[in-house]
């Protein structure tokens, strides 16, 4: 049975394709000018596929700006979200007003920063934020604290917080001292401020949160606030139609990569 990813509510169509603004889709459609595969839609969430059906304006077909993706490097104190009620700078504030109408893959909190991917394709979004499909994020973490051996086994174990298992894919130590520790963690999924929850169950704050990876995209040296488009290449996207993105074979689940602290390591014990 084939997977629907692309179903939104017709005022949101037009956007997802990068075709026509919400606000210009709703006109149309309130005035009865909007048609969907040859029929008069006047139901703003009437429900579509926007890859799949087919959009015209008195008659017209549309014309929309094509596949578009790009990735960015949001800074720290930007929402991610189109507006913000309290006026706070968002994504779109750091976009050119040709991109203003693509859509943000999951996101990412005001005080985390990092690779950010926007699209107008919502099976690809959909593709990636599915947690079936087990899409890899990367992220460089800095806590309050020592991270002791104890602790990164829990980690690596997983913890109830709110009835949810936060447990990460792969956590690596890579420094570590009495006033802070530097890790590398792996998720696949992308729930609600799950590192922050997970260490702070642990008692170490999260000072710094960086996505440097998300599946086969890299960061690199993009800088903050920068962007740059992406290719379907890129995302290892064989078709439009049927997205086709690598799964990362996850990495190993705990390392430490600093020499001081591999003494410390139990005989044997590596894998959590």
């Known amino acids: 049975?084939?997977?629907?990813?692309?179903?939104?509510p017709l005022e949101r169509a037009l956007s997802k394709l990068g075709?026509?603004?919400?606000?210009?889709?709703?006109?149309w459609i309130l005035k009865g000018r909007l048609q969907v595969n040859g029929r008069t839609v006047r139901d703003t969430q009437f429900m579509v596929s926007p890859e799949k059906d087919r959009f015209t304006v008195d008659g017209k077909p549309m014309q929309n700006d094509g596949w578009q993706a790009i990735v960015l490097n949001k800074p720290k104190g930007?929402?991610?979200?189109?507006?913000d009620e309290q006026g706070r700078r968002t994504v779109f504030d750091l976009l050119p007003s040709e991109l203003q109408t693509l859509h943000p893959v999951g996101r990412l909190d005001m005080a985390t920063t990092g690779l950010l991917i926007l699209t107008?394709?919502?099976?690809?979004?959909?593709?990636?934020?599915?947690?079936?499909?087990?899409?890899?994020?990367?992220?460089?973490?800095?806590v309050t604290g020592e991270m002791t051996e104890a602790a990164l086994?829990?980690?690596?174990?997983?913890?109830?917080?709110e009835g949810e298992l936060l447990?990460?894919?792969?956590?690596?130590?890579?420094?570590?001292?009495?006033?802070?520790?530097?890790?590398?963690?792996?998720?696949?999924?992308?729930?609600?401020?799950?590192i922050r929850r997970l260490f702070g169950a642990l008692g170490h704050e999260v000072t710094s949160l960086k996505r440097v990876?998300?599946?086969?995209?890299?960061?690199?040296?993009?800088?903050?606030?920068?962007?740059?488009?992406?290719?379907?290449?890129e995302l290892k996207i064989k078709e439009i139609s049927a997205p086709v993105v690598k799964k990362l074979e996850p990495p190993h689940p705990w390392r430490q990569e600093n020499k001081r602290f591999k003494r410390k390591m139990p005989p044997g014990r590596r894998h959590f």
């Open 1 to 8: 049975m084939e997977r629907d990813y692309g179903k939104v």
């Open 19 to 27: 075709a026509a603004s919400r606000s210009q889709t709703r006109e």
């Open 78 to 83: 930007i929402v991610t979200t189109k507006s």
């Open 120 to 142: 107008n394709d919502t099976r690809l979004s959909s593709y990636l934020t599915d947690p079936a499909n087990a899409i890899l994020r990367t992220y460089i973490v800095t």
């Open 153 to 161: 086994a829990k980690a690596a174990a997983g913890i109830m917080d």
């Open 167 to 194: 447990k990460p894919s792969g956590i690596t130590l890579r420094k570590t001292s009495g006033r802070e520790s530097h890790l590398t963690v792996e998720l696949t999924e992308g729930k609600n401020r799950e």
């Open 213 to 233: 990876a998300f599946g086969p995209l890299q960061l690199g040296a993009l800088e903050p606030g920068k962007f740059r488009r992406l290719t379907r290449e």
